[in-house]
């Protein structure tokens, strides 16, 4: 079993950049993958990214990508995502998940253990 503990939301303003961690205690960080999904104010739960068990393959939801970079360190058991160019539309609480599947990364149905999520708000 892991837990996850997300930092780093806040209040930005649209252009800006934020980098969110997730935090994992539990044993053999390195035997998940990881990834980030996000849910806004009267919206479903949505992936955002992930990245494999080893780091080496990162997968985007299409509306992120170039904007938005997952890395890991295994090290440190943490997880990052870094968001830059921010949009009002990417306001929503942010969520790190793990799982033991190192495939079909982008179901959100695919993790088993989730985080208790950070707001992000970005102002237009």
């Known amino acids: 079993q892991v837990q996850l503990v997300e930092s780093g939301g806040g209040l930005v303003q649209a252009g800006g950049s934020l980098r969110l961690s997730c935090a994992a205690s539990?044993?053999?960080?390195?035997?998940?993958?990881m990834g980030w999904c996000r849910q806004a104010p009267g919206k479903e739960r949505e992936f955002v990214a992930a990245i494999k068990r080893s780091g080496g393959t990162t997968y985007y939801e299409d509306s992120v990508k170039g904007r938005f970079t997952i890395s890991r360190d295994n090290a440190k058991n943490t997880v990052y995502l870094q968001m830059n160019s921010l949009k009002p539309e990417d306001t929503a609480v942010y969520y790190c998940?793990?799982?033991?599947?190192?495939?079909?990364?982008?179901?959100?149905?695919?993790?088993?253990?989730w985080g208790q999520g950070t707001q992000v708000t970005v102002s237009s």
């Open positions: 998940a793990a799982t033991k599947s190192n495939y079909g990364l982008g179901d959100e149905g695919r993790y088993e253990y």
């Open positions: 539990g044993r053999a960080f390195s035997n998940y993958a």
